[in-house]
């Protein structure tokens, strides 16, 4: 988008005036090895990318922290927490006033941080890059599998770091979903003034909770599992099969991460991505 004061009177010319450096790497490493009627084999995909916006038609008085210039594309910013959840009204009224609902700031709720110390939080404003972009910049997948005889069996493992998603999940929200998910279960009260998250509110807006729903988006998967039996002889083939493969196989069985649920990633804020779901499958291949 072009950088045109409003009172310009008319939108400007579209123009292809950005720039981004990227650069990448990849490495594959594979193993196979025969002892005997035993194969063992592996393959090892490790890659690495990152970009930097170089140019960019930003406003020359911005702050270099506003400007898309000098951070990658989809870089996350977000409002700040201090970390600390206010435990008192004198806590609320020494906290930095919040530019939207002010009003409804309660204890229990985190100190937001102004960030450009004008003493008033804003939303645009305060906004400061924080972690990764949405894409990771690490990727790996290792296979490994062994065959024996007629048997055979495979494991595939997929993993990313250096990567943040953001996951706003909707507890007690104003569209009447009055729902409070479980890893919101440790909250703010009186009695549990050291709670992991702030106070929930049924059906009333408060101020945001900065990088509280900013998730590092690291992850290892068992992306793939296999094993099977294959007849090529014998009765096989009197019944004029050349080929017949029993397996029994499984996708997306187990996940290491810190997200609080597994679900498709396609999308930048992950909320409406669809979780994704384990499969098995027993299955029959028959070749003539």
Do not use: C
Not at 76 to 91: A, F, P
Not at 95 to 122: C, H, K, M, T, W
Not at 237 to 263: A, E, M, V
């Amino acid at each position: 988008m072009r950088n045109i004061p409003s009172y310009f009177g008319f939108p400007a010319p579209p123009a292809n005036l950005g720039r981004v450096k990227a650069k990448g790497m990849e490495v594959e490493l594979g193993f196979n090895k025969r002892f005997g009627n035993l194969t063992l084999w592996s393959r090892l995909i490790v890659a690495h990318n990152e970009n930097k916006v170089i140019f960019r038609d930003d406003g020359e008085t911005l702050a270099p922290y506003l400007k898309k210039e000098g951070y990658a594309i989809n870089q996350h910013t977000s409002l700040l927490n201090s970390g600390y959840i206010m435990q008192n009204w004198n806590d609320v009224y020494a906290a930095a006033p919040s530019q939207n609902d002010n009003g409804n700031q309660l204890p229990g709720y985190y100190e937001l941080i102004d960030f450009n110390g004008d003493g008033l939080v804003r939303g645009v404003d305060d906004a400061a890059p924080i972690g990764y972009s949405t894409v990771p910049r690490n990727t790996g997948s290792l296979s490994v599998g062994a065959n024996y005889k007629g048997f055979n069996f495979m494991m595939q493992f997929y993993g990313v770091n250096n990567v943040n998603r953001r996951v706003d999940v909707p507890n007690w929200s104003t569209n009447l979903t009055d729902v409070l998910f479980t890893n919101w279960a440790n909250y703010w009260s009186k009695d549990n003034p050291n709670a992991e998250y702030p106070l929930p509110r049924l059906n009333a807006v408060g101020p945001g909770h900065g990088q509280l729903t900013l998730y590092d988006g690291s992850y290892l998967r068992l992306q793939a599992v296999e094993l099977g039996y294959t007849f090529n002889s014998g009765w096989i083939t009197k019944i004029g099969i050349d080929r017949l493969k029993i397996y029994l196989s499984g996708n997306d069985l187990f996940l290491w991460s810190h997200l609080p649920d597994d679900r498709d990633v396609g999308s930048i804020s992950q909320s409406n991505a669809y979780p994704r779901m384990k499969r098995y499958n027993l299955g029959i291949e028959l070749s003539f």
